[in-house]
């Protein structure tokens, strides 16, 4: 782990959830085919998980389901509800993802926020970047108990409350290390908006080299590429609407100089150019 070290408590990164709100609109916007839900954590976990998520068909599809998953900054614990045996952990993606999923599934994850999964468990998130690994390989106590706590039978509902219980009994065993200041250059990102010099303007006592050395450990990428895809999530959080985006050109306000440089940013985020996201 990147020194130096101090401890902290989950109350200490409540400017996470504060400041940043991971949204994964390719699937939120749902045409009745497809069924995707989030529950909340518990309290006691709020600063830690962000929510837990729930994808999959109320009936069988004509169709394979392309999935596609846009760069959030988030690290996600997965598993097939039908069969719990097959779990997986997917890292912070530079880009965005889409894979088939077939014609009938059921899916349940806990997405974790910015960094927070690194803190609780200890593993470097630079080896998770870009993969999607099965669980086991990277939490194979977790992926056990997945595999034997969860059932087919039981509920959306019901699985929150156990993977609360469990993420829970984790943080009560776990002492939360980190480097001070990675969590100060981290939220001086989100007060920007990720519109910053990383190099110039993060002034927390962090050379460049060990700035990308304690980013990639706690997040799995640079400040930069980070910063990038903060910019990215500010324009979804706004909501906007095609011609809105036409007229306010809200991708000034986070850097952007021309709209073709914010287009070809959008699309590799997104898998969509913002005129076919937002019309």
Same mark, same amino acid.
């Given at each position: 782990?990147?020194?130096?070290?101090?401890?902290?408590?989950?109350?200490?990164?409540?400017?996470?959830?504060?400041?940043?709100?991971?949204?994964? /609109?390719?699937?939120?916007?749902? +045409?009745?085919?497809?069924?995707?839900?989030?529950?909340?954590?518990?309290?006691?976990?709020?600063?830690?998980?962000?929510?837990?998520?729930?994808?999959?068909?109320?009936?069988?599809?004509?169709?394979?389901?392309?999935? !596609?998953?846009?760069?959030?900054?988030?690290?996600? %614990?997965?598993?097939?509800?039908?069969?719990?045996?097959?779990?997986?952990?997917?890292?912070?993606?530079?880009?965005?993802?889409?894979?088939?999923?077939?014609?009938?599934?059921?899916? *349940?994850?806990?997405?974790?926020?910015?960094? @927070?999964?690194?803190?609780?468990?200890?593993?470097?998130?630079? &080896?998770?970047?870009?993969?999607?690994?099965?669980?086991?390989?990277?939490? /194979?106590?977790?992926?056990?108990?997945?595999? @034997?706590? %969860?059932?087919?039978?039981? &509920?959306?509902?019901?699985?929150?409350?156990?993977?609360? #219980?469990?993420?829970?009994?984790?943080?009560?065993?776990?002492?939360?290390?980190?480097?001070? !200041?990675?969590?100060?250059?981290?939220?001086?990102?989100?007060?920007?908006?990720?519109?910053?010099?990383?190099?110039?303007?993060?002034?927390?006592?962090?050379?460049?080299? #060990?700035?990308?050395?304690?980013?990639?450990?706690?997040?799995? @990428?640079?400040?930069?590429?980070?910063?990038?895809?903060?910019?990215?999530?500010? *324009?979804?959080?706004?909501?906007?609407?095609?011609?809105?985006?036409?007229?306010?050109?809200?991708?000034?306000?986070?850097?952007?100089? +021309?709209?073709?440089?914010?287009?070809?940013?959008?699309?590799?985020?997104?898998?969509? @150019?913002?005129?076919?996201?937002?019309?």
């Amino acid at each position: 782990m990147p020194s130096p070290k101090d401890y902290t408590t989950v109350n200490d990164l409540s400017f996470i959830r504060e400041y940043y709100k991971p949204i994964q /609109p390719a699937v939120s916007k749902s +045409d009745g085919k497809i069924s995707y839900s989030e529950k909340e954590p518990d309290k006691a976990l709020e600063n830690i998980v962000y929510c837990y998520w729930q994808l999959h068909t109320p009936f069988i599809l004509k169709e394979d389901f392309n999935y !596609r998953v846009v760069s959030d900054g988030c690290i996600d %614990i997965f598993f097939n509800h039908k069969k719990p045996t097959d779990c997986w952990i997917m890292g912070f993606c530079k880009r965005f993802e889409q894979f088939p999923i077939g014609k009938e599934f059921d899916y *349940i994850g806990i997405r974790f926020l910015p960094s @927070t999964f690194t803190l609780l468990f200890g593993i470097a998130a630079k &080896s998770l970047t870009n993969q999607s690994l099965e669980l086991r390989e990277v939490l /194979p106590d977790f992926s056990e108990w997945i595999a @034997t706590k %969860i059932k087919p039978s039981d &509920s959306f509902k019901k699985i929150v409350r156990l993977l609360n #219980q469990k993420l829970l009994e984790s943080l009560k065993n776990q002492e939360i290390q980190h480097d001070p !200041r990675f969590l100060n250059s981290l939220k001086l990102i989100f007060l920007k908006k990720g519109n910053l010099d990383t190099e110039k303007d993060i002034n927390t006592g962090l050379s460049p080299r #060990q700035l990308r050395r304690v980013f990639n450990f706690y997040l799995g @990428t640079t400040a930069k590429s980070f910063s990038n895809v903060m910019r990215f999530q500010h *324009i979804l959080n706004a909501k906007p609407s095609r011609q809105s985006l036409k007229e306010n050109k809200l991708y000034y306000d986070v850097g952007f100089y +021309d709209q073709a440089h914010f287009i070809k940013s959008f699309k590799t985020f997104y898998g969509v @150019t913002p005129q076919q996201a937002f019309g």
